[in-house]
């Protein structure tokens, strides 16, 4: 059965430092999205991807982040300069129909 | 602008017993609305959803859920608990099938021997 992977699991950082938190969709799908779960929070909405432009953001998705396809099988969210409210569980997610979710990147900001 | 509010962060059943997850949402427009089961350490699946066809829907696991328009509510049932179901719930919305979610806060489900 065809899934959303990401890697990698789990991505611990220093404040200030680049991470690139990458997820490969199921191959036809045409829309794709990043979440976010901070511990013990809800998960939240951060961007949709569609026909290689941004969809939708939401507040939480500032000039620190920004997504990309590079290839045309990767999608990847970077984070330009972390911080320490970074830390959290990353989705990915990809639809044709409904959405289906990968296993997360857990990123730890130090 | 769509939300969905979850009624009681934590619930506890005994095995064989009834599951009851509450979910009431919030949408300007008809919703879709969504179930997500996420166990430890793993990412979200779904469980059912709801797209404006029939009222009551059945989703994986035994899991059921009724769209109630008039109680702006979508409340997920399962007849008879099993120690698998421990997890964390999840009630989402959307405006349609493949915009961005909306997640309510989450309810985690223990189930007592």
């Known amino acids: 059965e065809p899934e959303v992977t990401q890697t990698p699991s789990h991505q611990v950082t220093q404040m200030g430092q680049e991470v690139i938190l990458r997820c490969v969709p199921i191959?036809?799908?045409?829309?794709f999205y990043w979440y976010r779960q901070i511990l013990g929070q809800k998960v939240e909405f951060l961007v949709s991807?569609?026909?290689?432009?941004?969809?939708?953001k939401s507040e939480i998705f500032d000039d620190q982040f920004s997504v990309e396809r590079p290839d045309g099988s990767n999608f990847t969210l970077k984070i330009r300069s972390t911080k320490l409210e970074d830390s959290a569980m990353y989705f990915c997610?990809?639809?044709?129909?409904?959405?289906?979710f990968g296993p997360g990147t857990r990123l730890t900001v130090l | 602008a769509q939300s969905v509010t979850q009624l009681g962060s934590h619930v506890s059943v005994s095995e064989g017993a009834l599951v009851l997850l509450r979910c009431n949402y919030s949408?300007?427009?008809?919703?879709?609305l969504f179930w997500y089961v996420q166990y430890p350490n793993q990412g979200l699946q779904l469980l059912l959803k709801?797209?404006?066809?029939?009222?009551l829907v059945k989703g994986i696991n035994g899991f059921e859920a009724e769209f109630k328009k008039s109680e702006t509510s979508f409340h997920l049932t399962k007849p008879s608990a099993h120690m698998s179901d421990a997890a964390e719930y999840f009630c989402?919305?959307?405006?349609?099938?493949?915009?961005?979610?909306?997640f309510g806060a989450g309810t985690t489900v223990t189930v007592r021997a």
């Open positions: 997610a990809s639809s044709e129909i409904e959405q289906f």
């Open positions: 191959s036809n799908h045409l829309y």
């Open positions: 991807f569609y026909n290689n432009e941004i969809s939708e």
């Open positions: 949408s300007s427009v008809p919703p879709y």
């Open positions: 709801y797209t404006s066809a029939a009222t």
């Open positions: 989402a919305v959307s405006e349609r099938n493949d915009y961005k979610l909306s």
